[in-house]
């Protein structure tokens, strides 16, 4: 398992920006295919994007096609989500995670690693 540390939340108003950071450590982080959760207060969980290991197929929910950006630089380790035209209804607490598996939809069971962790509050 890889251990996963998020950076980067916050506020933000509505229309604004927020990138939000996922520092992995482990010698094979650079194998697993990543993704950015969210859970708000009384909602399930669900996947924003997805990246591959290799970063040629991402994976986006429609609720944030056009607006957020995954990334990866596997050198640094560390995966990224640029979100950009931020709503409230963006306001969550968003999670990194990291899976061997890359199916679709991306199914939360197939992460077996997750960080902590980071609030991101967007204000009307």
């Known amino acids: 398992q890889l251990q996963l540390v998020e950076s980067g939340g916050g506020f933000a108003q509505a229309g604004g920006s927020l990138r939000l950071s996922c520092a992995a450590s482990?010698?094979?982080?650079?194998?697993?295919?990543m993704a950015w959760f969210r859970r708000a207060p009384g909602k399930e969980r669900e996947c924003v994007a997805r990246?591959?290991?290799?970063?040629?197929?991402?994976y986006y929910a429609d609720f944030v096609k056009g607006r957020f950006i995954i990334s990866r630089d596997n050198a640094k380790k560390t995966v990224y989500l640029q979100m950009n035209s931020l709503k409230p209804e963006d306001t969550s607490v968003y999670y990194c995670?990291?899976?061997?598996?890359?199916?679709?939809?991306?199914?939360?069971?197939?992460?077996?690693?997750w960080g902590q962790g980071i609030q991101v509050t967007v204000s009307s």
């Open positions: 995670a990291a899976s061997w598996f890359y199916t679709s939809p991306p199914d939360p069971r197939d992460f077996s690693s």
């Open positions: 990246i591959s290991w290799d970063d040629t197929r991402t």
């Open positions: 482990g010698h094979t982080s650079e194998s697993y295919n």
